[in-house]
């Protein structure tokens, strides 16, 4: 082979097995954790793309000529995880700013659904987010990160309230940094997927 | 449901799309699978569509990849690859075959496949 598999390959191509390739968004506000639980979870090292915030479409004739562009760029990160019977699933960390409409309906094109962080230390920062999917009519679910310095505790009913959630909608408490926490989170989501009834897009 | 208790701002009727109306539906979606068919690449191409051409040597990538690995927008690789698949220089495939997309057991089998990855 010309091209044999090698430690210098950054393990980006997608593997030979790959069939359906589907995506999940990871969507919240900055500094809420988004770019961890893909990290903990994504057998690529988090890629991003960078995004222009109005989407102009542009001449290509050359590389240097569109990343002379100077406009207002955000970063999208996103992580793969290969699994069995090849299906390959993406997370996309999607901020959920208002201004960010534009990007978030091409980004949710296609998507099964979306997971919203919450930061525990600032809850109403989520809002925003949660009124972009709900926009959408992406199903979704919320994890909530609680961060040490957090103002207070909340139970779970007066979460639910001051996100004013749908009595179906998935509430699960996430620590983004561990694995199995950011995994069971995107497991409430795909259940949530699975049991809704009747599903809406069919 | 009845009406919001919390402080979060209702969504307008107006303002929902109920999940079906994109009015500009993309051509390559940011999870299509390009590859390089083989093809010579003739010359004269552009500086841009060889590097993507290069990017695809070791391997499929999806538009969303080569965006990342070419540190392009994914607007620009959309219209580079459109390019390539005219000229039969790239092969570009759907992400997930459209009857499966909410297929129940495609949903079943991304949460098996999850819980495999628990306990590793
Ligand atoms: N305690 C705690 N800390 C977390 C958790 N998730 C993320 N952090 C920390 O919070 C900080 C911000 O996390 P990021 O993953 O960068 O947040 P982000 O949403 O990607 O932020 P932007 O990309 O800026 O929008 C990091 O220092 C993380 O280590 C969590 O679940 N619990
Ligand atoms: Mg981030």
Known sequence: MAYAPSSTTSGIHLPDTARELVKILIAGPFGVGKTTLIDSVSEIRPLHTEERLSEASVPVDDLDGVREKSTTTVAIDFGRISLPGGIVLYLFGTPGQERFRALWEDISYGALGALVLVDSRRIDASFDVLGLVEESGLPYAVAFNSFPDAPRHHTEEQLRAALDLEPGTPLVTCDARDANSSIDALLALVQHLIDRDPPERR | ?120
């Open chain 2, 1 to 120: 449901m009845t009406g919001r208790r919390g402080g979060r701002p209702l969504v307008p009727a107006y303002l929902s799309t109920g999940g079906v109306a994109r009015p500009s539906r993309p051509q390559l979606e940011r999870l299509t699978v390009l590859s390089g068919s083989g093809e010579l690449a003739p010359a004269g191409l552009p500086a841009a569509q060889l590097a993507l051409l290069d990017a695809l040597r070791g391997g499929s990538l999806t538009v969303m990849e080569a965006a990342a690995l070419l540190e392009l927008p994914v607007s620009a690789v959309r219209v580079l690859a459109a390019g390539l698949v005219d000229r039969s220089l790239v092969l570009a495939r759907a992400p997930i075959p459209p009857a499966e997309r909410f297929d129940p057991d495609l949903l079943k089998r991304v949460a098996d496949g999850l819980r495999a990855l628990k306990h590793n």
